[in-house]
């Protein structure tokens, strides 16, 4: 079925530093939405991208939409302790709008 | 500001037992969902409704049941639990369609079958 791969699984780094961070598929997706997972919680929509080539800030993040339409990146600038938790890409399966499928996630660590 | 609820925040089940997770949101949204999160495995959709009285299944949907009669709510059924389904379960709902609409999601619920 359909997969969505994200890379890298883990990263650690220093405050301050800048993160990026991927999301690939195999097939076309035409929507990429991007949610944050703090320990404990349930995911929070971060991001929501809708068309090749789109770029999309919220704050310190930013993602795009792959012009491939099989990809797209999230970048986060400037990183702080809250920052901290796990990243997932997500996007409707199939072009099945009501079926939303999650990566694996990318798990972000920032050291003291 | 309830949100989506979910409960039992945590269970242990004996391999063979039943159980229902319930989940209730307050929010008035047509679609909920039901996912599992395992570790490395990022989340896995199971079932999922777009309005009161319809299902459908999603990625994983095999040992469970659901069922839609309210608009509020959307109960995880495990008839015969099995260690395999050792994991925490998130409910997610959202206005309309996901795709457009933000998906919010319970606390969860951590699960553990012995």
């Known amino acids: 079925g359909q997969q969505l791969n994200q890379s890298p699984q883990s990263m650690f780094i220093q405050e301050g530093e800048d993160v990026s961070m991927n999301c690939t598929s195999s097939?076309?997706?035409?929507?990429w939405l991007w949610y944050k997972q703090d320990p404990g919680e349930g995911p929070v929509l971060l991001i929501a991208?809708?068309?090749?080539?789109e770029l999309t800030s919220n704050g310190r993040l930013t993602a795009q939409f792959g012009i491939t339409r099989k990809d797209s990146f999230l970048n986060i600038s400037a990183s702080i302790p809250s920052d901290v938790g796990i990243y997932f890409c997500?996007?409707?399966?199939?072009?099945?709008?009501?079926?939303?499928?999650f990566g694996k996630g990318t798990r972000l660590h920032i050291l003291p | 500001n309830a949100g989506v609820t979910q409960t039992p925040k945590f269970q242990v089940l004996k391999t063979g037992q039943s159980m229902t997770l319930q989940c209730a949101q307050d929010?008035?949204?047509?679609?909920m969902s039901w996912y599992r999160q395992d570790p490395g495995m990022g989340l896995r959709l199971i079932h999922y409704?777009?309005?009161?009285?319809?299902?459908d299944q999603g990625e994983v949907p095999n040992g469970y049941n659901v069922s839609r009669s309210t608009t509020e709510d959307f109960p995880l059924r495990l008839l015969s639990a099995a260690p395999s389904q050792t994991s925490v379960y998130f409910c997610?709902?959202?206005?309309?369609?996901?795709?457009?609409?933000?998906?919010?999601f319970g606390e969860g619920s951590r699960l553990t079958v012995l």
């Open positions: 097939s076309i997706f035409n929507t």
């Open positions: 997610a709902s959202s206005y309309n369609s996901p795709y457009t609409g933000e998906l919010f």
């Open positions: 929010m008035n949204h047509e679609y």
């Open positions: 997500a996007g409707p399966a199939y072009f099945r709008d009501d079926k939303i499928i």
């Open positions: 409704s777009v309005g009161a009285g319809i299902t």
């Open positions: 991208l809708y068309k090749a080539g």
